[in-house]
């Protein structure tokens, strides 16, 4: 029933943006924090953001701050993750997740996953 749909990835050159969305149904969506993720093969899944309920709080994993930002619009049911500058070690899998705990960076916190978005930057 709960269904979190990403959407933005693709190829994009070293320096490029990107920006995810992530759109999400069969839930109060204003009732969940929500986070980004994302996975390299060989490698686990990280935080690369999360966003309050409201919208008014905001972390960002250390490798992507200062070129991230990451929004949600409520009435839309979505959450973007936008990307600028990307780099090569940027390229991962790229989840959006739900979390019914305030803010959190935690894998375990999080309830419900999409199934990810390829983002692949290259040199």
């Known amino acids: 029933q709960v269904q979190l749909v990403e959407s933005g990835g693709g190829l994009v050159q070293a320096g490029g943006s990107l920006r995810l969305a992530c759109v999400a149904s069969?839930?109060?969506?204003?009732?969940?924090?929500m986070g980004w993720f994302r996975q390299a093969p060989g490698k686990e899944r990280e935080a690369v953001g999360a966003?309050?309920?409201?919208?008014?709080?905001?972390y960002y994993a250390d490798s992507v701050r200062g070129r991230s930002t990451i929004s949600r619009d409520n009435a839309k049911n979505t959450v973007y993750l936008q990307m600028s500058n990307l780099k090569p070690e940027d390229t991962a899998v790229y989840y959006c997740?739900?979390?019914?705990?305030?803010?959190?960076?935690?894998?375990?916190?999080?309830?419900?996953w999409g199934q990810g978005t390829q983002v692949t930057v290259s040199s």
């Open positions: 966003i309050s309920r409201g919208g008014g709080n905001t």
């Open positions: 997740a739900a979390s019914q705990v305030v803010i959190t960076t935690d894998v375990q916190s999080y309830r419900y």
């Open positions: 069969g839930l109060t969506f204003g009732g969940y924090s």
